[in-house]
Structures are given as structure tokens and as C-alpha cells.
């Protein structure tokens, strides 16, 4: 049978030789090796063929150096999986490991018994995000994906939809804010513009006259005429 080599970088050195055993007990897969410096395991990535290695983030008391140790290994070799296993479970911090270090799976280390099957996932190719991660990538997912959106609408466009969702007329939206009505639909037009862009299976916007009630309607239900709480 042939064992997934593992390499293993991690700096609490109790924690290591736990996970070492933990995994040497499974008879499909073996540790190779083990080190707690960043210029060590460069050196081991390099020089030895090891198929999965398990990368703690934080190493020698520099903060995230992981995530940079990641970043230079894959540019070296591309194919070799990466599974992270840290204590850091910040959205932010995930999002950097996985989109800009490309590593293959993130686990928080109160999960270390999931490693085995993640092992044999990213040997074998297999996308498996684990539960601990996947939970808080989606929802900064959503969140980017829901301030991209809104982005693209100007805060005027914004205010106007607002300001007709609270029962203003045109006529008075165009006073309130110092613009003519001719102003007021020209902005409106260019948010059904944007929304339709994004939401093009959406039937109402495939109508010729744009129905300012559904934009209004769709707009609230997309959080985008929400006041920004995170500020």
C-alpha cells in the first residue's frame, strides 16, 4: 500500500509530536518529517517528496509568517497540498490562507481528528473544505459579494431609492436633493443599469420600461438600502 507522505511544520513541539503519533497510526499514511522554522521547511520542500504538508501559521513568534511560507512554496511547487492547522479561525485570516497562499484546506487545531480524512482528501484531489472554515469563508463571501454590489451604485443612487422607499415623490426627492426630475431618473436609470448587470434572469428587468417599484422592492431585499452598521 502506498502512504501519503506527510510533512508537518509546527512550532509547539508537544502539539507536533501528538500529531506525529496521531497520524503514524494510520496505516495509509506516514510523517516524514517535522520542523518549526519557515526557512527549514523551505529547505524540506525543496529537497524532499513529501505529498501533504500540515502548516501551523504562526511560527518563530512572527505572526501569519505561515501564510508567506505558503505563498513561496506554491510558487515553487503548485501541486504540492497544503492543510492548514491553526488556532487563528478570523474570517480575514482564512480568506489570505486560502485565496492568496492557495492552500488546500484550513482547520482549526480544536479539529486535529478531521486531519487524517483531509489528508487522503488533498492527496487524492479531493476539494474538502472542512466545517470549522467553511462556515466563515462563506459568510465573508457573501459580505464581499454584497458590498461589490453595492459599491457600483454611487451613494445618490443610493439615497434616491431610499428616499422613494419612504413614500418621497420624485418631485420631492429632486428638491431634497438640489437635482432636477430629469436628474432623478437619469440616476435611476443607471442603478436598474447596474442591478440588471448582476440579476439579468431576473424577468422584470428584461421589460423595456423599468418598473421603479420592483427596483426599490429588490434593492431592499438585497440589504442595499441598509444603513452600514460595521462603521
Known sequence: M????TFICEDDELFCQMLTDYINRES????????????????EVRNS?????????NLTEKNFDGIEAAIEIKAMQPGLQIIVLSSFDSEEVMTHALAYARVNNYITKEHFRDIPD????????????HYSS????????????????KQMLTPVQIDILRKLDQGYSRNEVAEALFYTRQ????????????????????????LKKHNTRHLIELSKQLGLLEQDKRN
Open 2 to 5: 502506498t502512504r501519503i507522505r
Open 28 to 43: 495509509d499514511m506516514e510523517v516524514i518529517g517535522t520542523t518549526s522554522h519557515k526557512q527549514q521547511l523551505l529547505n
Open 49 to 57: 517528496s513529501m505529498d501533504v504538508l500540515l502548516l501551523d501559521l
Open 118 to 129: 483531509a489528508i487522503r482528501a488533498a492527496y487524492t484531489g479531493r476539494p474538502n473544505l
Open 134 to 149: 467553511a462556515g466563515k469563508l462563506l459568510n465573508r463571501f457573501i459580505v464581499s459579494r454584497h458590498d461589490e454590489l
Open 183 to 206: 436628474s432623478i431618473n437619469n440616476e435611476l436609470y443607471k442603478a436598474q443599469k447596474i442591478i440588471k448587470g448582476k440579476f439579468p434572469y431576473l424577468e422584470w428587468l428584461r
